[in-house]
């Protein structure tokens, strides 16, 4: 009831958490307000494809989950320790907490492992932007796993196959120059 007696409406909001949208899941799907497109041509493409090099490690990207894996690993190992396309992840870092609170739009169909879905995982977390500076800064100590991802770019960088000596010191200090120098021979190339 309002303040004179006459009744009043009352609309009940109803809070859900952001999802993926697709072209694919209603007919008539359109993009709505509230989505961000992440898709092929965008900052937040995903740069893993399904047969191409792993430029994480060796090998090709073998499937869907694996390149949705290979993103969310690229994403969040410091940018200290990135040899592939640095420029491409700390932008795709620095946007990451704009996604927050947002659907977002990919091509790929519903119920296929999808970028879209590392996003939203990511842009959930508290503290978003903290943790993106700290990436970006690489304030933090470095865990096992940045340092394999690092050398396993190194490696690809150098074609230095697996098992073949490949001479790094792993101290942080040192590890950055090997990144450095990698970072270099790819720029090279183009």
Known sequence: ???????????????RPP??????????????PRMIDVGDGTPF?????????????WGDVRDAGHA?????????????SIVYELDRHDEILRRLPSLTGHDLYCGCRLGVPCHADALLALAAQPSIA???????DG???????????????????TR?????ALRLEYSPAALADHVRAARLAIAEET
């Open 45 to 57: 493409d995903n740069p893993f494809r399904c047969g191409d090099p792993n430029h994480l490690g």
């Open 1 to 15: 009831m309002s303040v004179d007696g006459a009744p009043q409406d009352t609309v009940e909001v109803v809070h």
């Open 19 to 32: 999802r993926r949208g697709s072209p694919r899941s209603t007919p008539d799907w359109r993009l709505l």
């Open 68 to 80: 949705v894996w290979l993103y969310r690993q690229w994403l969040v190992t410091p940018s200290r």
């Open 139 to 157: 304030m933090v100590p470095m865990m096992a796993i940045e340092r394999t991802i690092a050398i396993r770019q190194i490696r690809r960088a």
């Open 160 to 164: 230095t196959v697996p098992g073949e």
């Open 130 to 136: 903290s943790a993106v500076q700290i990436l970006l």
